[in-house]
């Protein structure tokens, strides 16, 4: 029969200890050091959050707006009455880029000139319009990436320098070291590495999730400026 394994008086004291006190207990009697990367870790928590729920609107609205504007686009044909239906899609980045184009193709046929010109600054101004697009839609994502890599190396540090302050405590102590006295600070310490790893996690799982979306209407506005500068051709060489 293997031996059973009896915990002693001493580790159930220290587990009785622990069950009492809280999370919030052990952050209150941390470091300053710890204290200050567990408030770091937070906010950038707090702010991946905040840009988690922006993105994901402004997103939802951007796809919804751009599958109008390609309805009412490919439904019209007439580009002087898409432009007046579609002006008000702000959030739709195809409708930004459309709207770039137009205004070019607008300014053409108010001032004339060599056609050839012309289809080049068209499609100068919809390249334009369409980096702007996509720029403005990223805005902010890089923040999810450089949480997602730093945080855990953060809430390390804390680690590392809390399971110091431990042992340069128990060096001054007088005394033998005991689970009691160890056991306290080293788990004030790991908090700082939970703390990162629950702001890393979700912040990756957010950036990757973002930037396939990002980059599907990336594809997307590059096939529209496609179809949209062969429209922009026959409308310019017929001019």
């Known amino acids: 029969m293997p031996e059973t394994l009896t915990p002693t008086p001493e580790i159930i004291e220290v587990v009785a200890t622990a069950a009492n006190k809280g999370i919030w207990d052990y952050v209150l009697s941390a470091t300053l050091t710890v204290q200050l990367v567990l408030l770091l870790l937070v906010a950038m928590s707090v702010a991946c959050w905040a840009i988690m729920i922006i993105k994901a609107w402004q997103l939802n609205k951007a796809g919804k707006q751009s599958a109008r504007f ?77 949480t997602g890599n730093t945080a855990p190396f953060i809430g390390l540090f804390g680690t590392v320098w809390g399971i110091m302050r431990t042992f340069i405590d128990l060096e001054r102590m007088t005394g033998t070291a005991t689970l009691k006295t160890v056991g306290p600070g080293i788990a004030e310490a790991l908090i700082a590495t939970a703390i990162g790893l629950f702001a890393a996690i979700p912040a990756v799982v957010a950036y990757n999730y973002f930037v396939n979306r990002i980059r599907v209407m990336e594809i997307e506005l590059e096939n529209f400026v496609a179809e949209f500068l062969n429209i922009m051709e026959n409308h310019i060489l017929k001019a």
């Open 70 to 146: 390609l309805d009412v686009f490919w439904e019209v044909r007439n580009l002087d009455e898409i432009y007046k239906r579609t002006r008000a899609m702000s959030d739709a980045p195809v409708a930004q880029v459309f709207a770039a184009g137009y205004n070019e193709l607008d300014r053409f046929r108010k001032s004339g000139g060599d056609p050839r010109r012309a289809l080049e600054t068209v499609q100068r101004a919809l390249g334009q319009a369409m980096r702007q697009e996509v720029s403005r839609i990223e805005r902010s994502v890089p923040f999810l990436a450089t």
